[in-house]
């Protein structure tokens, strides 16, 4: 996917994350984590994995983490990604690129 | 060398007799002198011991550089006096290498984490290290590493000589001209003073800071006059509103509400559940929230509790109130409710930090604990528990009393939801060891209770009574499968605190954090 | 998909007495429900999410669906309505992610269920899923609603119950909530007759005020008597009461087993109907004294050898 224009997922909650992209020339990933010290490592990891799984390979990410789990993790790249090319209301690909 | 908790000690710290924690009981029985504060002979009538200014007290006990200084924290984040008070040492007096060994510190007291990061704190001895203090120790700002002591451990270190304090700088509700300071009867009350006395009476020098001047006697009386040199009367000694934070509140977090109610079940289960038992409670959320599940149980079994004591919440008192519990004996008060408690009601009367928690004492009252409810920041597999740094490694929290009640108490049960955001709280390892797992018997989670396996005795009341329980590597294991197994924490060598054991041994060392990094 | 979820095959008639409303957007909410010991968890898209966070709501509900290990509680996902753009991906993600159920909102009429059962059965060929395998359940949320749950409860297969929407209820019934209950009465009963007429389950709407435990347990009370078999929920804190009150007592347990045993001796003999405790038993009693025995058995509270 190509991100087309700047969107948001999630919020500052605990347990969430925060996730924006906007288009870029290269793709550039900008963690801030509640829990960097522990699990910043895993956080990039799961990051870069959904991005790849979502074919995204340009675009700034940044993620502000308020010690979300995985799944949501996951959930909040996948949203904002979607919305920034108006794809997120139907036919998402659930099993697909989206597990 | 490695301590009886399995923790590695540099050996350049085990000087002077500084001994590796050995066990919980290792030192029972020995024999010591208490130390003594230097006292000057005053046979002269005099008017009064009332100075003009903070400044004018600083002078008169000789005030100096490289002195150590103590507060009490019993305003806790509402307290003005030892901000106040570093102020005129540095910024008027000039004083340097100020060594602060506070009961406790925290976020009323980030202008001395400007004077840490400015080199003129040198060391902080302390029960408590949060906020911006915590902060800049963990970053290595102090010249000397902290020393962490617990409410026990402190008067203790006091009475050993290993803790000397120069001047006791202590806020007082309400006192006369000479000194006879209390707790109550101010514009500004905080109730017990039990963290205070001890330092009234192994301090050299003495002044206490009010600001509300009581007409001669005022007793009862905390602090006693021949304990005091100097009385200074300012504008505000705190705010009392500020005392209970968060930390203190009463939770309605279902979550909470349901470990709490097995903890009561756990209680109820317990063979020292009887009429007259003795109980306690930490101030977090779901520890407090198991004296309200504990009503109904006593009613159930026609039994009243003995005593409450520690630290102490209005909760607590209405408990008294309707006639649960008959006597509340009270080392600081976590609300105006309680504060106002205290004055009100003869059977609710204010102890020592020594008489509570002193193991360097002919027994104090932790040694008569029936069951002591606790929270934990982490919780490892040999049921060893961190209270003192975050996920972060930085120093966030206070040991308190919780080593001492654990190590006393008959039923130790530490109340905790398996993990906090993605925190896991039950872990191979915790970050600093507090308190050592032999002390601690149960642990109450959300996923589960398990049992310390040296409790043979409870493991079997729990299976009496119906009430599940798991191993503690099963909670972890589950705890890791939601969070994920977390890094180790990367640290320099530099050691920045040292954790004491309540018996002056050396249980933990808590070491620089190094900046995180992606690789 | 590596590492999904396994979850045990869909029961319609499973112990449903405890149905607790979960916010499918908060992360904190949704990743560990079950620990509070409900029978199953509604996992809302509906009104707990707002309209500019349906999407994210949604990804939010397929990792949770596919990742958090509910264990034996029923998940079940409460979608948009079918008057809204928002259902037809409700459905997909609901079925993709293997949730056991779809509860429909504001239903009134059997074309409804049919309309979402279809959607749930394309959901289910496109996904892979065994046709079949995701329930429905209807929520009656207005007098025509109730006036075709029979219809309704019968309208599909798939379909496990009903649950009357007391809020929405009311509000069209021009009436406040009442101690006795007395402003949807005649609702939970027309909608019990039907969900019996029709072999399926009966659930009750949630309490609104949290603080007014009196009057929960009030409610509870009246519509265990009334012989519903499970309540919607808003807090954990609930959960213990409804549990207590539907399971069976002691007593009730004891006079079932006294049936069941002396009435497999009687068939043994050769004997149809027969008196127990000085009361005459025949084979309508004898299941009633079986299911009790099954429900105590599910409650935990059964500890006899039957």
């Not at chain 3, 009442?178 to 659930?203: K, W």
């Amino acid at each position: 996917m190509v991100i087309e224009k700047t969107a948001m997922a999630g919020t500052l909650e605990s347990s969430d994350a925060q996730v924006t992209v906007s288009p870029a020339d290269t793709l550039e990933i900008v963690i801030e984590s509640s829990v960097i010290n522990q699990y910043g490592r895993q956080i990039k990891q799961t990051v870069v994995e959904t991005l790849g799984r979502l074919g995204v390979e340009s675009g700034l990410v940044s993620v502000v983490d308020k010690g979300a789990l995985d799944c949501t993790l996951k959930a909040r790249v996948e949203c904002a990604v979607f919305r920034s090319c108006d794809a997120s209301m139907e036919n998402i690909p659930w099993g697909g690129v989206i597990q | 060398m490695i301590n009886a908790v399995g923790r590695d000690i540099p050996d350049y710290l085990l000087v002077d007799g500084k001994e590796v924690y050995q066990g919980r009981f290792a030192k029972d029985g020995q024999v010591m002198k208490r130390d003594a504060p230097t006292c000057v002979m005053n046979e002269k009538p005099v008017a009064d011991k009332l100075c003009a200014s903070i400044r004018e007290a600083c002078e008169k006990c000789g005030a100096h550089d490289g002195m150590t200084i103590s507060f009490h924290h019993a305003f806790r984040n509402g307290d003005y006096t030892a901000s106040m008070v570093c102020k005129v040492l540095v910024e008027e007096m000039g004083i340097k290498d100020l060594r602060v060994a506070a009961t406790s510190l925290g976020d009323a007291h980030n202008l001395l984490a400007d004077y840490i990061e400015q080199g003129i704190i040198v060391q902080v001895q302390a029960s408590g290290v949060r906020g911006r203090i915590g902060d800049a120790i963990s970053h290595g700002k102090l010249k000397e590493p902290a020393i962490i002591r617990s409410h026990g451990g402190r008067p203790r270190a006091m009475m050993a000589g290993e803790l000397h304090i120069d001047i006791a700088f202590l806020a007082a509700a309400s006192s006369d001209k000479v000194g006879n300071a209390s707790g109550n009867g101010g514009k500004n009350n905080c109730g017990s003073m039990g963290y205070a006395m001890p330092d009234s009476r192994y301090a050299d020098k003495v002044v206490v800071i009010t600001d509300t001047l009581a007409p001669f006697p005022n007793v009862p009386a905390s602090i006693k006059c021949e304990d005091v040199d100097c009385v200074v009367v300012v504008d505000e000694i705190g705010d009392p509103k500020r005392i209970g934070t968060k930390e203190a509140r009463v939770t309605q977090d279902p979550r909470d509400l349901m470990m709490a109610e097995r903890a009561a079940d756990i209680i109820a289960a317990t063979p020292w559940f009887v009429d007259g038992f003795s109980y306690q409670t930490g101030a977090g959320g779901p520890s407090l929230a198991v004296t309200r599940f504990l009503e109904e149980r006593m009613d159930a079994k026609e039994i009243k509790m003995g005593v409450a004591f520690g630290g102490i919440t209005g909760n607590m008192c209405d408990l008294q109130d309707r006639g649960y519990v008959r006597k509340i004996v009270d080392t600081q008060d976590f609300d105006t409710k309680a504060i106002a408690h205290l004055h009100d009601c003869p059977d609710h009367v204010e102890m020592t930090v020594s008489d509570y928690a002193n193991p360097a004492s002919k027994g104090a009252y932790v040694n008569y604990l029936d069951y002591m409810i606790l929270a934990a920041l982490e919780v490892d597999t040999k049921f060893n528990v961190n209270v003192i740094t975050g996920s972060d490694g930085v120093v966030r929290g206070a040991p308190g009393g919780h080593p001492d009640t654990a190590a006393g108490s008959k039923c130790c049960i530490i109340v905790t939801p398996l993990v906090r955001g993605r925190m896991p709280t039950i872990c191979k390892d915790v970050t600093t060891v507090t308190t050592p797992g032999e002390c601690i018997d149960v642990v109450v989670t959300d996923y589960g209770t398990a049992v310390n396996p040296a409790r043979r005795d409870i493991i079997d009341c729990l299976d009496a009574a119906g009430i599940p329980h798991v191993s503690i590597e099963y909670l972890q294991e589950k705890a890791y499968s939601i969070v994920g197994e977390p890094d180790p924490l990367k640290w320099e060598d530099k050691v920045v605190a040292i954790v004491e054991a309540r018996d002056g041994t050396i249980l933990d060392v808590i070491r620089q954090i190094k900046p995180y990094t992606f690789d | 998909m590596a590492g999904k979820i396994h979850r045990p095959r869909p029961n319609k008639d499973r112990l449903r007495r405890t149905m607790m409303f979960m916010n499918a957007q908060r992360p904190g909410l949704i990743k560990d429900a079950y620990i509070y010991g409900c029978d199953s968890i509604m996992l809302d898209l509906e009104d707990a999410v707002a309209v500019n966070q349906k999407d994210a709501a949604r990804f939010s509900l397929y990792h949770a669906l596919t990742t958090v290990d509910y264990g034996d509680t029923e998940v079940i996902v409460r979608i948009n309505g079918t008057d809204t753009e928002y259902w037809r991906e409700d459905v997909r993600v609901c079925v993709a992610g293997g949730a056991d159920g779809i509860r429909i909102p504001k239903c009134e009429s059997a074309e409804q269920v049919k309309e979402v059962e279809a959607a749930v059965e394309e959901a289910e060929r496109e996904f892979g899923v065994e046709v079949g395998w995701t329930l429905l359940m209807a929520a009656l949320e207005s007098p025509l609603g109730i006036m075709n749950a029979y219809e309704i409860c019968t309208a599909s297969d798939r379909m496990l119950g009903c649950a009357i929407s007391g809020g929405d209820f009311r509000t069209s019934m021009r009436v406040q909530i009442e101690p006795d209950g007395i402003e949807i009465n005649t609702a939970r009963s027309m909608m019990l007759l039907a969900a019996r007429a029709a072999g399926v389950q009966c659930l009750d709407t949630m309490y609104p005020n949290l603080d007014d435990e009196e009057g929960f347990r009030r409610e509870v009370d009246l519509i265990v008597r009334m012989g519903f078999d499970g309540k919607s929920l808003i807090n954990p804190k609930q959960i213990a009461y409804v549990h207590e009150r539907l399971a069976p007592t002691p007593k009730q347990i004891a006079h079932s087993e006294k049936i069941v045993r002396s009435c497999r001796e009687q068939a043994d003999a050769g004997v149809g109907v027969y008196v127990v405790d000085g009361k005459m038993v025949d084979p309508p009693f004898f299941r009633e004294a079986e299911r009790i025995i099954e429900l105590a058995k599910k409650c935990g509270v059964y500890h006899g050898d039957l």
